[in-house]
């Protein structure tokens, strides 16, 4: 049986302090899984399924107050994959591997039933999850900006996005090594202000749509702490993994998520995940839903992240 732990001597970058949500499982082949749980904790439990590169408390930003989770009954519940913050790097790891070690946290917390909801680079390892995890189980999956099947289309891309997933395919290697001297090493130094600038670097090359958010010093904070703990294991291994498995076959066709309760919502001006993406994973998995908000780009169709909960509560 897994067990929990607390102890945090196995991870790398000790100089940087773990945050006060930190949690961690042992999996049976000794693994550790980070993760961590937000919200209401009462409330009914919704395993987030982080972006790349992102980490298990991406979903605090949801609802920083907790006002939201308060008033639906939200229970978050983040989780590292592995080679992300507090969770053991798996060279072996698939897509189809993950829902696995998700099953496995679900007995330790003694779940009896659950809703999936993954975001944008989490979208394989969600519908994973669809696929197969317990149908009387998992009340229903939701997706919100996913990032579609290499064979979705790629239209309404913009074009850094294009070259970024191009450069990811044709040199990973060389990816990695850039995101190491230039992401990590400012991620793993002491001084966090050094991840701040970086953020607020960033932050000026948005889309335009998403450059508003990004520069307020709220997400600059979030964007800081989310990078540090991403890259808490001193190299991007472990976000080029992530890359290279949503970038090559998922291992299941969309066909195959059967699961009848999936639901997508996305915005009509989104230049990461374009709606195409959203119809084309739509058209293809049994009996899902897609919801357009209009005007809302990758970030601010989080706007809409109450009404996305409440669909799924009905569920």
């Known amino acids: 049986m897994p067990t929990a732990a607390t102890g945090l001597k196995d991870i790398p970058a000790a100089h940087i302090p773990p945050p006060d949500d930190a949690k961690i499982l042992t999996l049976p082949d000794g693994r550790k899984m980070g993760y961590g749980e937000y919200g209401d904790l009462n409330g009914r439990p919704f395993i987030f399924v982080h972006g790349i590169p992102d980490c298990r408390f991406d979903c605090a930003w949801l609802d920083a107050d907790k006002a939201l989770a308060k008033r639906l009954g939200v229970r978050w519940i983040g989780i590292d994959?592995?080679?992300?913050?507090?969770?053991?790097?798996?060279?072996?790891?698939?897509?189809?591997?993950?829902?696995?070690?998700?099953?496995?946290?679900?007995?330790?917390?003694?779940?009896?039933?659950?809703?999936?909801?993954?975001?944008?680079?989490?979208?394989?390892?969600?519908?994973?999850?669809?696929?197969?995890?317990?149908?009387?189980?998992?009340?229903?999956?939701?997706?919100?900006?996913?990032?579609?099947?290499?064979?979705?289309?790629?239209?309404?891309?913009s074009l850094g996005n294009r070259v970024g997933l191009a450069a990811w395919n044709w040199w990973p290697g060389a990816m990695q090594s850039i995101i190491n001297h230039s992401v990590v090493k400012k991620a793993q130094d002491p001084d966090r202000s050094q991840t701040e600038k970086m953020c607020r670097t960033q932050a000026k090359w948005a889309p335009a749509p998403d450059r508003e958010l990004f520069q307020k010093e709220e997400m600059i904070q979030l964007l800081t702490d989310i990078w540090r703990e991403v890259y808490r294991q001193g190299?991007?291994?472990?976000?080029?993994?992530?890359?290279?498995?949503?970038?090559?076959?998922?291992?299941?066709?969309?066909?195959?998520?059967?699961?009848?309760?999936?639901?997508?919502?996305?915005?009509?001006?989104?230049?990461?995940?374009?709606?195409?993406?959203?119809?084309?994973?739509?058209?293809?998995?049994?009996?899902?839903?897609?919801?357009?908000?209009?005007?809302?780009?990758?970030?601010?169709?989080?706007?809409?992240i109450d009404k996305a909960l409440a669909d799924m509560l009905q569920d």
């Open 81 to 157: 994959r592995p080679g992300i913050g507090l969770s053991t790097p798996d060279p072996k790891r698939t897509i189809l591997g993950w829902p696995e070690d998700v099953q496995h946290l679900i007995s330790h917390l003694g779940l009896d039933t659950y809703h999936i909801f993954g975001v944008s680079g989490g979208t394989a390892y969600a519908l994973a999850c669809a696929k197969l995890l317990p149908r009387d189980k998992l009340r229903s999956v939701g997706i919100m900006c996913g990032m579609g099947p290499p064979a979705s289309t790629k239209s309404g891309l």
């Open 235 to 304: 190299s991007a291994a472990g976000h080029a993994q992530e890359m290279k498995l949503v970038a090559d076959d998922w291992g299941f066709p969309l066909e195959s998520v059967t699961h009848g309760k999936v639901r997508l919502w996305y915005g009509d001006k989104d230049v990461n995940t374009p709606l195409g993406q959203g119809q084309y994973m739509a058209d293809r998995i049994p009996g899902a839903t897609l919801t357009v908000f209009p005007g809302k780009s990758h970030f601010t169709v989080w706007d809409h």
